[in-house]
Nanobody, 124 residues
Framework: VQLQASGGGLVQAGGSLTLSCALS????????MGWFRQAPGKEREFVSA????????AYSDSVKDRYIMSRDNAKNTVYLRMNSLKPEDTAIYYC??????????????????WGQGTQVTVSS
């Protein structure tokens, strides 16, 4: 399985970005997909995850009500729409695959494939 994340960039506080993560070499419909982020000097942090069905994504408290995760199974791609961005959202954003249960989605150790990451920088 290979994951290709894209869509990062530099944006002012309050702005929006949409990240994409495309999967190849695997059966996309069998995976729950997750987004994590990692800021310099910090551990990888759960952001959001979505099951194969696309319904009821999970979000961390820090992004809930600002971020929206979705997936297009026909395109083997997941998206992360990030609104009302804050400087503290600055990080490298990674997508990953898991087949774990919902209660484990926040745990990066449950993911076994990762994309290369895409940098998001929010200026104040």
């Amino acid at each position: 399985v290979q994951l290709q994340a894209s869509g990062g960039g530099l944006v002012q506080a309050g702005g929006s970005l949409t990240l994409s993560c495309a999967l190849s070499g695997g059966n996309f419909r069998t995976y729950t997909m997750g987004w994590f982020r990692q800021a310099p000097g910090k551990e990888r942090e759960f952001v959001s995850a979505i099951a194969w069905s696309g319904g009821n994504p999970a979000y961390s408290d820090s992004v809930k009500d600002r971020y929206i995760m979705s997936r297009d199974n026909a395109k083997n791609t997941v998206y992360l729409r990030m609104n009302s961005l804050k400087p503290e959202d600055t990080a490298i954003y990674y997508c990953g695959t898991t087949r774990g249960v919902r209660s484990s989605w926040h745990n990066p150790q449950m993911y076994y494939s990762w994309g290369q990451g895409t940098q998001v920088t929010v200026s104040s």
